[in-house]
């Protein structure tokens, strides 16, 4: 499978405690992207790599979340003293950009976050 | 600010047309069009550029009016395979290279048998 992996896919924590996801994008892709989705809702921005490099992030973004690309492959996205407002499902996608690319983004499956 | 989608649901027989509508405050450099099934990733169906160029599903048919901001999606004959919600996500000017995706609150399509 050549797509967007993420792990864990689904993970159950109580609030105050952190939490940890990782996302593999497809191999050749230079950009990857977090989204947050709750129901009913459409994914939102939450933070962008070109490379190993965190180019853009929300404003939106309460500094409990941090995430890191280390080597320009996989990325790892961690929410600190989690909270219940943290539940929702998160997304990775990943595009190639290229001098003529589209950029369309590629969806992984998600991790769904439920905080008790 | 999130474009508006219309309509928020519909409901359609296999083999009719529906319009799906992205309507946005920005001015924009391209709008990508997803469906997401219930419980699944959103899949890339279409992206549409300023300037006219657009890629994406061979069954599907978009349009992208630069001037009102305004982009639609066209489905056409329907499949029961279409059902799903559908979502775009817009790119500004200000950005122009598809960094931050802003994505409406969906349409709902269900097509009947």
């Known amino acids: 499978d050549t797509g967007v992996s993420q792990d864990p896919r689904h993970k159950i924590t109580k609030r105050g405690q952190n939490v940890t996801f990782r996302c593999d994008p497809i191999?050749?892709?230079?950009?990857l992207y977090w989204y947050r989705q709750t129901l009913g809702q459409g994914p939102e921005f939450l933070t962008y790599?070109?490379?190993?490099?965190?180019?853009?992030k929300s404003r939106l973004l309460s500094d409990r979340f941090s995430a890191e690309r280390p080597k320009g492959s996989f990325s790892t996205l961690e929410i600190q003293r989690t909270e219940q407002g943290d539940s929702a499902m998160y997304l990775c996608a990943s595009s190639l950009s290229t001098s003529g690319s589209y950029n369309e983004q590629f969806f992984g499956p998600g991790t769904r976050l439920t905080v008790l | 600010q999130q474009p508006v989608q219309s309509p928020q649901a519909v409901i359609l027989r296999e083999g009719e047309d529906a319009v799906i509508n992205c309507s946005s405050s920005k001015a924009l450099y391209s709008v990508h069009w997803y469906r997401q099934k219930h419980g699944e990733a959103p899949v890339f169906l279409m992206i549409?550029?300023?300037?006219?160029e657009q890629k994406g599903h061979d069954k599907i048919s978009a349009s992208f009016n630069e001037k009102k901001q305004q982009s639609s999606l066209y489905l056409t004959a329907s499949q029961l395979s279409y059902s799903g919600t559908y979502f775009c996500?817009?790119?500004?000017?200000?950005?122009?290279?598809?960094?931050?995706?802003?994505f409406g609150s969906g349409t709902q399509l269900t097509v009947l048998p």
């Open positions: 549409l550029l300023k300037g006219g």
């Open positions: 996500g817009t790119d500004p000017i200000s950005s122009g290279s598809a960094r931050q995706l802003t």
């Open positions: 191999s050749e892709h230079n950009r």
């Open positions: 790599f070109q490379n190993e490099a965190q180019l853009e």
